[in-house]
């Protein structure tokens, strides 16, 4: 059982028109699988992410298919999709620390919500407690007020509501990036924890920072202006990525114990383009070194080995300059 | 009436006009906004009606054909074209229209200057506090509460009532410094929000001394937000002084709306069906009054991209 | 918990000395003598006479007195609950006249204040639902909350009274009635409170209305409402986590509207007639009577001292987080 998304397309409405954001995506996540989503700000990591569990006000299902263990999510019907929110298919939010009702109690927030979801009851209570205790909370946090807790405390509760229900798909959205080092640490190792005691079959966590990635992710998928750039197993994407966009990010990445003087860093010139009107053809063609007039034509997405990657120019397999992140590891 | 308007600010803070105003607006270009400004219904109603109830304020007077407090005309006569007295005579033959308009420049007056002294006020109180902190922020906000609970209508009423000759601007000195707290307490919950903000911490670094911050940094970001604080004060202005009129504390030698109403009632004008006395001067607060209200609404529309109408 | 109590007494006993010294002030800061005034009333020919009258008088109201001193008497004397003599009622004391105005006043104030409250905030928060209760609801709370109470209260007395003769046009009950406690005159009180009572509502209740309206949409926008959304759970439970936490700054928003919804009382009484604290102050002032329009004034600020504390601990109740000590920010 697993996640085969194909063809996505959803994007959001304006004034102006139509935003692109999300442009015709497809992948497949297997059980037991931890996908890694990266990409800048604005590629569409989030409205997919978004998209898989609750489409808010301004998008718009426009095309593709999600099948999540055989069977079809109606992500384009709210109601429809209710049944299968929370217990297929759940989601650690952005905002995680703000995301509990400020004036309930915790645990009778949980108890509420359960109630409504028909999956209250002596067993789910225990089970509550239990997974709280996992993470390093005693029961006591049920009777407390969310104002009463840390944020890294609050983000751990979510965590542990979200997967309650232990859902198929497991949705977590920048779910470090409002914390401090250490605890992004903790958090990421809650992560892999909850997949390896099988708490969820296949997570898929989006962030900007490919650092947390490589500590937790066994593939990572590389999304740019709204289109799938490259995908591959989390330690190859890093130590041999293949698509321009992919080298110049991991590139533009610091290495520890590296000075200035030796080494500068560079970002990678110009933006994104605009998703209301996006050029034709390779959406990183203006931005990419190695850009030709093929170019001008969409590539298609070619999967071999386990890795994918949408580039007419694709280098060969060739080993980047050892970065400290493979070091590390 | 407000002296706390119950209406659409809201913003993370205590108060509920405060909770619908949203934050601190992105600072959108100006052509965005503008453009979004003219799409906007509400906006442009109430910016209509506005602007018309100015002009007819302006250019009033000068259509006039008799002074508001002159004798002479018919008593209690109904509105007529006859001689100029388009809106009739008073019990005691004075022309009803030129009190009318008499009466709108007068609350226009009110309302820019009460309101704008009280959004002065509220900006010196309340920013001094969001970004200060500690102990200036401790008394301040013990001020405010102090301001805040004392029922301020009855303290303009002992107040006004003493004074023999009261002038219109008194009336709006008064109210200025009566109602200034709920603008000091929405805007000092503004300024913590931005006062943690990097760009603050920036400006602090460089050296810039705190009132140079106030206002080069946080206060643009809040343009917006103090525009539409300030459209609900000059509402507001306009509604407690028509009530201290009302209640016969109005400006000397003079007629305002509030004392047509006052003067009505106490010469048995609605016995008497003079409705041309009574009815005008309540029909022009309620439609300024309101139209200032949903322009305000119309331009949180506007600043706040998550309201607009798809 | 106690500190938040402790530091609300704090401001409102600071509030009520500033009021009362505030109070006390004036009318020496002021130009003019009201000793001068009620000779003016009573009009002595014999000019040793009035000069026996006018230092009888001065000692009576104490006026004769170093300053200092006039200002300890006031406190001492609001102390015994004598607030003075009325000078236009002369010789009622303010207090009675203030005890026989006082019922009619709150008559009207709280029973509009409760139920254009509730009222307000139910119907804003179904508004908040539907779209097209929402296109009604909304036009109509501006309209409201933007009319002048005494502009109201003129139109429903010219219409229902004068012209429709549904409702008596004013005064507290039939002039002609026998008072006691008869149905006759409680059905007479009734029908002559009607429409000052509706006048307050209507206009109150456009005002919570609309902040209702505007404090769920708020609420249903914040991150809980989306985070229980994503996780399936049913509208109504969001709706009733919304509803509850819109409700809190309507509390406190209930304290603040006191000022101005006692204006509104006031002059509603006017146009009506109704004999309450409104129609006293408003006779007071056109006759020069300062120690009644200080003796209302004070029974005023008392009275809203009084709300202001009980809505304090109504917010206490109902807002957990003031309980476990932790607000935020100067609180209310």
Same mark, same amino acid.
């Given at each position: 059982?697993?996640?085969?998304?194909?063809?996505?397309?959803?994007?959001?409405?304006?004034?102006?028109g139509d935003v692109k954001a999300l442009d015709g995506v497809s992948f497949d996540v297997a059980d037991g699988e931890i996908m890694g989503l990266a990409g800048e700000s604005g590629c569409g990591k989030s409205t997919l992410g978004k998209g898989l569990i609750r489409l808010d006000g301004r998008m718009r299902y426009v095309g593709g298919h999600v099948v999540l263990d055989g069977e079809e999510l109606p992500i384009w019907d709210d109601a429809a999709m209710n049944d299968f929110r929370f217990r297929h298919v759940s989601i650690v939010p952005q905002y995680a620390m703000s995301a509990l009702n400020p004036t309930r109690k915790i645990g009778r927030m949980i108890h509420e919500l359960l109630r409504t979801?028909?999956?209250?009851?002596?067993?789910?209570?225990?089970?509550?407690?239990?997974?709280?205790?996992?993470?390093?909370?005693?029961?006591?946090?049920?009777?407390?007020?969310?104002?009463?807790?840390?944020?890294?405390?609050?983000?751990r509760v979510v965590m542990v509501i979200s997967t309650l229900l232990d859902p198929s798909l497991l949705i977590a959205d920048e779910i470090t990036s409002a914390l401090d080092v250490s605890t992004q640490k903790a958090v990421a190792q809650t992560l892999?924890?909850?997949?390896?005691?099988?708490?969820?079959?296949?997570?898929?966590?989006?962030?900007?920072?490919? !650092?947390?990635?490589?500590?937790? !992710?066994?593939?990572?998928?590389?999304?740019?202006?709204?289109?799938?750039?490259?995908?591959?197993?989390?330690?190859?994407?890093?130590?041999?990525?293949?698509?321009?966009?992919?080298?110049?990010?991991?590139?533009?990445l610091p290495e520890v114990g590296v000075r200035h003087a030796e080494q500068e860093l560079h970002g990678i010139p110009g933006r994104p383009p605009s998703l209301l009107d996006p050029p034709t053809g390779c959406r990183f063609r203006d931005r990419c070194p190695l850009a030709t007039d093929r170019c001008l034509q969409e590539p298609p997405w070619v999967e071999e080995d386990g890795r994918g990657i949408a580039c007419w120019e694709a280098a060969p397999v060739a080993p980047a300059a050892p970065s400290v992140l493979v070091e590390a590891r | 009436m407000s002296s706390a308007p119950p209406t659409a600010l809201a913003a993370p803070a205590d108060t509920p006009q405060l909770k619908a105003l949203g934050g601190p607006k992105p600072m959108s270009s100006l052509r965005e906004a503008v453009h979004f400004a003219l799409g906007n219904r509400k906006l442009v109603f109430g910016i209509s009606v506005t602007v018309a109830m100015l002009l007819f304020a302006i250019v009033g007077p000068l259509l006039a054909s008799h002074a508001p407090l002159a004798y002479g005309g018919d008593l209690a006569a109904a509105p007529t074209t006859h001689d100029g007295y388009w809106f009739g005579t008073t019990l005691q033959g004075q022309d009803v229209f030129s009190q009318f308009v008499n009466g709108l420049r007068l609350a226009f007056i009110v309302g820019a200057l009460g309101g704008g002294i009280a959004a002065g006020i509220g900006m010196l109180v309340g920013f001094t506090a969001g970004y200060r902190g500690g102990v200036v922020d401790e008394v301040l906000n013990m001020l405010t509460n102090v301001v805040l609970v004392i029922p301020t209508f009855a303290l303009l009423l002992v107040i006004a009532s003493y004074l023999r000759v009261r002038g219109i601007m008194t009336e709006s000195v008064f109210i200025g410094f009566?109602?200034?707290?709920?603008?000091?307490?929405?805007?000092?919950?503004?300024?913590? +929000?931005?006062?943690?903000?990097?760009?603050?911490?920036?400006?602090?670094?460089?050296?810039? +001394?705190?009132?140079?911050?106030?206002?080069?940094?946080?206060?643009?970001?809040? +343009? +917006?937000?103090?525009?539409?604080?300030?459209?609900?004060?000059?509402g507001g202005a306009i509604l407690i002084a028509a009530t201290l009129d009302f209640i016969g504390l109005g400006p000397s030698n003079t007629i305002s709306l509030g004392m047509m109403m006052q003067l009505s009632v106490q010469n048995a004008a609605l016995q008497l069906h003079l409705w041309w006395w009574f009815l005008p001067p309540g029909l022009a607060i309620m439609a300024i009054v309101g139209s200032l209200y949903v322009m305000n609404v119309g331009l949180d529309e506007v600043f706040n991209p998550k309201l607009r109408e798809m | 918990m106690l500190r938040y109590f402790l530091r609300k007494l704090f401001v409102y006993g600071l509030t009520f000395v500033l009021a009362v010294t505030i109070d006390w002030s004036i009318p020496h800061l002021m130009p003019g003598n009201p000793v001068l005034t009620l000779m003016?009333? =009573?009009? =002595?020919?014999?000019?040793?006479?009035?000069?026996? /009258?006018?230092?009888?008088?001065?000692?009576?109201?104490? /006026?004769? /007195?170093? /300053?200092?001193?006039?200002?300890?008497?006031?406190?001492?004397?609001?102390?015994?609950?004598?607030l003075g003599t009325s000078i236009l009622q002369f010789p009622s004391s303010v207090t009675s006249i203030i005890v026989h105005a006082a019922p009619y006043t709150l008559g009207l104030l709280i029973p509009a204040i409760l139920l254009s409250w509730y009222a307000g905030n139910k119907v804003g928060a179904l508004a908040a639902r539907r779209k097209v209760l929402d296109n009604t609801v909304l036009p109509l709370g501006y309209a409201l909350t933007a009319t002048p109470y005494m502009w109201l209260a003129i139109i429903l007395s010219w219409t229902l009274a004068v012209i429709w003769h549904v409702f008596p046009v004013g005064y507290g009950y039939d002039p002609t009635a026998t008072r006691g406690f008869t149905w006759a005159f409680i059905g007479s009180l009734a029908y002559h409170w009607f429409l000052p009572f509706m006048s307050l509502f209507l206009v109150s209740f456009g005002g919570w209305a609309i902040g209702m309206r505007n404090m769920i949409i708020y609420e249903l926008e914040s991150d809980y409402a989306h985070y229980l959304g994503a996780l399936g759970a049913p509208q109504r439970l969001i709706r009733k986590y919304a509803f509850r936490n819109a409700m809190l700054p309507q509390i406190t928003g209930l304290a603040l509207s006191l000022g101005t919804i006692l204006g509104g009382a006031l002059v509603t009484e006017i146009v009506f007639s109704y004999p309450g604290l409104g129609y006293q102050i408003y006779r007071a002032i056109t006759n020069e009577d300062y120690f009644v329009i200080q003796g209302i004034f004070l029974f005023i600020i008392i009275g809203v001292l009084v709300a202001n504390f009980l809505i304090d601990i109504a917010y206490l109740i109902v807002d957990p987080r003031t309980r476990t000590g932790m607000m935020a920010g100067g609180g209310s």
């Open positions: 059982m697993s996640l085969h998304v194909e063809d996505l397309r959803v994007y959001y409405r304006t004034l102006a979801r028909g999956a209250s009851g002596n067993g789910v209570q225990q089970e509550l407690e239990r997974r709280l205790e996992l993470v390093g909370l005693g029961p006591d946090v049920l009777g407390l007020y969310p104002i009463e807790l840390s944020g890294g405390m609050k983000q892999v924890e909850f997949r390896d005691r099988g708490f969820v079959k296949s997570t898929i966590v989006i962030t900007h920072d490919i !650092a947390v990635l490589f500590q937790v !992710a066994d593939t990572i998928l590389v999304m740019y202006a709204g289109k799938l750039a490259e995908k591959a197993p989390a330690e190859e994407i890093v130590s041999s990525p293949r698509h321009p966009y992919t080298r110049l990010l991991i590139s533009s | 009566t109602s200034w707290p709920w603008a000091a307490r929405a805007l000092r919950a503004q300024t913590f +929000s931005l006062v943690s903000r990097d760009f603050v911490d920036l400006a602090r670094l460089s050296g810039r +001394s705190s009132w140079k911050i106030i206002f080069r940094e946080i206060a643009p970001n809040m +343009s +917006s937000y103090l525009f539409m604080m300030f459209i609900l004060l000059f | 003016g009333r =009573i009009q =002595i020919q014999d000019p040793k006479v009035a000069q026996q /009258l006018y230092a009888h008088y001065m000692r009576a109201f104490n /006026l004769d /007195l170093p /300053l200092w001193k006039q200002y300890w008497y006031f406190w001492v004397s609001l102390f015994h609950g004598d």
